[in-house]
């Protein structure tokens, strides 16, 4: 059992913290600063809000993750990754109306409606024996 734990132990390891290898921002990305750390075989995405050109996208919540799930989808292709790999989201919002699993935050940075953050799978990515 001991031994179990240990080998679970260091496979978490492997695949929950990231070595730290940010994704510079590039010109498909919109100007707010949008990094991503990638793992051996997971990325995260940071926390990422409605900007288009620079700007606050405007149209009310359905608009803003409209444009959230844009900006994600071109985080995630730049790290070689997509949304058919993605395992989880946070979403992050300014009220706790309507019921749902989401973070509620004072205040958004600008004056956004959502952030969401994302984890996904690298693709043919290993670790051992384990094939993602």
Known sequence: MPQSI???TAFLVVTCVSVAKPLPKSASQPVVTYLGTQGPILFYTSGTVPTFNGSIVAGGIEAET????????AILEEAGT????????????PSP????TAVEV????????????AIAAIPDSYV????V
């Open 128 to 131: 051992g024996l384990v094939r």
């Open 82 to 93: 997509s949304w058919d790999y993605v395992m989880k989201t946070t979403r992050m919002l």
């Open 97 to 100: 109306k309507p019921a749902r």
């Open 66 to 73: 409209a444009q959230v799930i844009k900006n994600i989808g």
């Open 106 to 117: 004072g205040k958004l940075p600008g004056a956004f409606l959502i952030e969401i953050e």
């Open 6 to 8: 240990s080998i679970l």
